[in-house]
């Protein structure tokens, strides 16, 4: 069987840049060799292109920007199907696994040039992939296909800085404290506050503003936070259901990355019928908001009446070794090594047809 050419796309120009490369030494490491062959293709965190021949170890802290590189692009000159580098040389590429987290990565920019370019790539399209990384669109969608979710408002900061007295005073009487401030477009809690005042909630406010000129608060949810592992195009299937338990206030960038004591839990500690329940939904989440390949969604369950609550979607979830994602599949008897052949067997089937 001739093997099928795969270009891993790590790095980024991204908040998130950090956990993509430790990410992509994983998938690098686990993708079936005897099935694909590999062109790993990064971005440094300033935007540049290289095409990387190096040792996957290379990945983490950037090292492989000291290895074996030359400058390389994905055209998207739909002819080409694959890289240009400096010289102009061009590879061809079958397919792209994108493993980028946030902007620029996750956000359907990448996703545009893929479609452009012709060249069929794991996971959501570029508009589903846009609407799933901006929390204000992701909320209006939940909003109208009915999905429940917490209260919630959005500023941009334009309105915000011409009128705060009106703006802080409208999130007060519908959301009331605590409130959740994010940023509309980041992720892995970068730019979160949670305010209990007034100037807390202005404070959060200029936070966000640095990550995103759109901001989204949100009531705060008392609940357990559970995620679910989603795959597939039609018929999207979704694993056994996580929770989430923080070490700190809630599952900010310290408890995601820097402090040991968070906690995953598999499968969450809910009933079996909150597990069936949870998983229905997401899958329709995933569903409403056009998803393909993959996508974990994420929820609350309220403590004081058990409803699920949803949260949020990331359409390239973390994939380290330890990251929900793989280790949700892991539980229901797919390996982290099938679960990359099944991405790549989706993205193949679904060709150019976004
Ligand atoms: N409405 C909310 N109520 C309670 N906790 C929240 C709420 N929104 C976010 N959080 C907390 O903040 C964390 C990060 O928020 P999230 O919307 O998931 O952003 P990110 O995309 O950065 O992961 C969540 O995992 C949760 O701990
Ligand atoms: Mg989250």
Redesign the pocket.
């Known amino acids: 069987m001739k093997k099928i050419t795969v270009g891993i796309i790590f790095g980024g120009a991204s908040s998130e840049h950090d956990v993509s490369t430790v990410s992509a030494k994983s998938v690098i490491e686990k993708i079936d060799k005897e099935k694909y062959n590999l062109v790993l293709i990064g971005i440094t965190k300033q935007g540049e292109w290289f095409v990387y021949d190096g040792p996957s170890d290379m990945l983490p802290e950037d090292k492989w920007l000291g290895g074996s590189i030359r400058k390389g692009v994905i055209s998207p000159d739909s002819l080409v199907k694959g890289i240009v580098t400096e010289n102009g040389e061009t590879i061809h590429l079958d397919v792209v696994l994108p493993v980028l987290h946030g902007k620029n990565g996750e956000d359907g920019t990448l996703q545009g040039l893929l479609q452009l370019a012709g060249i069929p790539f794991v996971g959501c399209n570029s508009t589903s992939s846009g609407v799933c990384m901006d ?1 204000h669109f992701t909320n209006a969608v939940a909003d109208s296909c009915f999905i429940s ?2 209260k ?1 408002c959005s500023f941009n900061s334009y309105e915000f800085s011409q009128n705060k007295e009106e703006c802080l005073k409208a999130a007060e009487e519908k959301l009331g404290y ?1 409130i ?1 401030v ?1 940023p509309a477009n ?7 506050t ?1 305010a209990h005042n007034i100037s807390e909630l202005e404070q959060g406010m200029i936070i966000a503003f640095k990550e995103d000129k759109k901001a989204v608060l ?6 357990l ?1 559970i995620e679910c592992a989603v795959m597939g195009n039609e018929n999207p299937i979704c694993a056994e259901v996580g929770q ?1 338990k ?1 070490c700190n206030e ?4 310290e ?2 990355y820097i402090n040991p004591d968070s906690e995953l839990i598999i499968p969450a500690n809910i009933s079996e019928e909150k597990r069936k329940e949870v998983k229905e939904l997401a899958v329709k989440v995933y569903k409403n908001l056009g998803c393909e390949g993959l996508s974990r969604v ?1 929820f ?1 369950v309220r403590k004081s009446d058990g409803k699920v ?1 949803f ?2 979607i ?1 359409t390239l979830p973390g994939f380290t070794p330890i990251s929900m994602y793989a280790k949700l599949f892991e539980a229901v008897g797919v390996s982290y090594t099938e679960v990359i052949d099944r991405l790549i067997g989706y993205a193949i089937s679904r060709g150019d047809n976004y």
Do not use: C, R
Request: hydrophobic letters at 35%; charged letters at 30%; zero cysteines.
């Open positions: 929390k979710q917490a919630w605590p959740f994010k980041a992720g892995s809690s970068v730019g979160i949670k949100e009531e705060n949810i008392d609940g936070e989430i923080p809630f599952y900010d960038y408890a995601k994420d609350f609550l949260n949020e990331n």
